[in-house]
T-cell receptor, first 110, second 114 residues
């Protein structure tokens, strides 16, 4: 069964804080992983892909742990504009579609 | 500018009525998708199409129908058989056939029942 689990939050953090989200996936055949960002009542937008060796894009770092079947997203130096819901997304080998988690809400306060 | 356009932004359905949500893309993408999102829930796949004149059911296809007569267009009809249609509907497209393909989403249609 394709399942992606996330802590719904909300994670309330002050500006400048570092925050991390985890996401677990149940299907060991999952091969591709992504983090999408969704603002309230808006469409999701790709934040970053997650590579096996881990990858960084500015203040954002994504990690993959295949043995434990989880991916993580680390946000450093949080900005007010980072407030959004972060969706964990997986693609299972042999499936042509993506499976979305329910999302983790982040609220960054002044 | 290339992109994916959904219309209308807001739609109201009367009981027993069929309504159609429009989705058009000029990205020359082969694959198109329809998702439904309920408050506090993840995106659930309704239908998808990887090529013109072909489409596949997703996880929650009951009460919905689609067509793919043109590459650019993938309209979704919410039929009267869908008893709980109130939700945020998202259309997306991608270049099919790659494992790291990026999904491009339209801005969504909020459907409510009168």
């Amino acid at each position: 069964r394709k399942e992606v689990e996330q802590d719904p939050g909300p994670f309330n953090v002050p500006e400048g804080a570092t925050v991390a989200f985890n996401c677990t996936y149940s299907n060991s055949a999952s091969q591709s992983f992504f983090w999408y960002r969704q603002d309230c009542r808006k469409e999701p937008k790709l934040l970053m892909s997650v590579y096996s060796s881990g990858n960084e894009d500015g203040r954002f770092t994504a990690q993959l742990n295949r043995a434990s079947q989880y991916i993580s997203l680390l946000i450093r130096d949080s900005k007010l504009s980072d407030s959004a819901t972060y969706l964990c997304v997986c693609r299972v080998t042999g499936y042509s579609t993506l499976t979305f988690g329910k999302g983790t809400m982040l609220l960054v306060s002044p | 500018d290339g992109g994916i356009t959904q219309s209308p932004k807001y739609l109201f359905r009367k009981e027993g009525q069929n309504v159609t949500l429009s989705c058009e893309q000029n990205l020359n993408h082969d694959a198109m998708y329809w998702y439904r999102q309920d408050p506090g829930q993840g995106l659930r796949l309704i239908y998808y199409s990887q090529i013109v004149n072909d489409f596949q059911k997703g996880d929650i296809a009951e009460g919905y129908s689609v067509s793919r007569e043109k590459k650019e267009s993938f309209p979704l009809t919410v039929t009267s058989a869908q008893k709980n249609p109130t939700a945020f509907y998202l259309c997306a497209s991608s270049i099919a056939g790659t494992t790291n393909e990026k999904l491009f989403f339209g801005s969504g249609t909020q459907l409510s029942v009168l």
